[in-house]
């Protein structure tokens, strides 16, 4: 096996010669996902968040690499965050080791400028772990959903359906008798329509929602790409409810919707997702993620309430190993340090903590 290397990539634009390379190698990884997109990063550039981007070459062949976000704060206890990933041939152990112990001495090489003293990584792999990630320890927060629920697009959509439970059938034939429509809408502007009807919806649900700016952050970064895109049931000029649709590479991804009071008895969230499924078959997508299922019901589970619903549309369980991080010992002293000297001895550790979470979604 050829010596692999590595190289910081700087501020690479999606549309370019190489940005394209770079996406397609995101796109056909199944560990990997929109997060760790060029167009994802433009999104996290608009809201303040600074990215890190590390590229894995073999014989000047592009072959894997991850983008990692950071905190703003230079104070030594930042985190490099790489949220579905890294970009990995993770059926290769060989290539594994060399690139993670790559990723990882070059990310401690630049610890000090970026304020670090960590890198959290979250492929999207089944357990068990990896060997290659021994070094690695479990992370105290994920940056996906652990578990989730993957309906497979491929089969035609009476093949769908018919995988459904009975209740998800029914309620989505109800829906369509009752004469509820759906509109899907690529443009960015549509954001504003979107935020209106998910504020009404996280008061009367008591979820909560991310302001404004982030939505029109994401949607400016992802639409124009069409990469993401709002759904929105329709009746009789009422709009009870929406929902945002990621499409990249072969998946789609259900990342926010919400319905309000109004008909809820016409089961318009049903057809919001069967009309979403749709879309995103037919925009080539062969698996559908429903980004977050609590299989077991625990009514302590952050997606308990919506697991329910969720599972009429039927589908597979799909368990994570969850988010692991990697400490660089000789800066996590000095970190610790620095946080109890800016904060005072009592509040020292508390400060350090909050430091290690970064907004990456």
Not at 141 to 160: A, F, R
Not at 234 to 251: A, F, K, N, W
Request: hydrophobic letters at 40%.
């Amino acid at each position: 096996m050829s010596d692999i290397e590595i190289r910081v990539l700087d501020n690479l634009d999606p549309i370019s010669e190489f940005g394209q390379k770079w996406e397609s190698l995101v796109q056909v990884n199944p560990a990997s996902g929109f997060m760790q997109s060029l167009y994802w990063t433009q999104a996290k550039k608009l809201q303040g968040l600074p990215s890190f981007h590390l590229g894995l070459f073999q014989e000047s062949n592009l072959i894997g690499g991850a983008i990692f976000y950071t905190s703003q704060k230079r104070n030594g206890a930042g985190l490099l965050i790489a949220p579905e990933g890294p970009v990995l041939s993770w059926g290769n152990e060989l290539v594994v080791e060399q690139s993670l112990r790559l990723l990882m001495d070059t990310a401690q090489f630049h610890a000090n400028e970026l304020g670090i003293m960590a890198m959290r990584i979250e492929p999207r792999l089944a357990p068990p772990l990896p060997n290659a990630l021994r070094e690695f320890g479990r992370a105290p927060v994920d940056l996906i959903p652990q578990e989730t629920l993957y309906i497979d697009l491929s089969p035609d959509e009476d093949s769908i359906l018919a995988k459904m439970k009975h209740k998800g059938r029914y309620n989505i034939k109800l829906a369509q008798r009752e004469g509820v429509t759906v509109h899907q809408d690529k443009t960015a502007q549509a954001v504003y329509r979107f935020h209106s009807i998910m504020r009404e919806a996280s008061a009367r649900n008591d979820f909560p929602l991310e302001p404004l700016s982030f939505f029109e952050h994401l949607a400016t970064a992802l639409c124009p790409a069409g990469h993401a895109s709002f759904f929105f049931s329709e009746h009789e000029g009422d709009t009870p409810g929406t929902l945002l649709l990621i499409t990249y590479g072969s998946r789609a991804t259900y990342l926010y919707g919400g319905i309000t009071n109004i008909k809820r008895n016409l089961m318009g969230g049903y057809a919001l997702q069967w009309e979403a499924m749709r879309a995103a078959k037919e925009a080539g997508c062969d698996t559908y993620d429903f980004y977050g299922f609590d299989p077991f019901r625990d009514p302590n589970h952050q997606y308990a309430r919506f697991s329910q619903f969720k599972d009429q549309f039927g589908g597979d369980v799909v368990r994570f190993i969850g988010a692991h991080d990697y400490y660089f010992l000789d800066n996590l002293a000095d970190a610790f340090i620095k946080v109890i000297n800016e904060s005072g001895v009592n509040s020292g550790k508390g400060n350090l903590n909050a430091n290690l979470v970064a907004t990456v979604r």
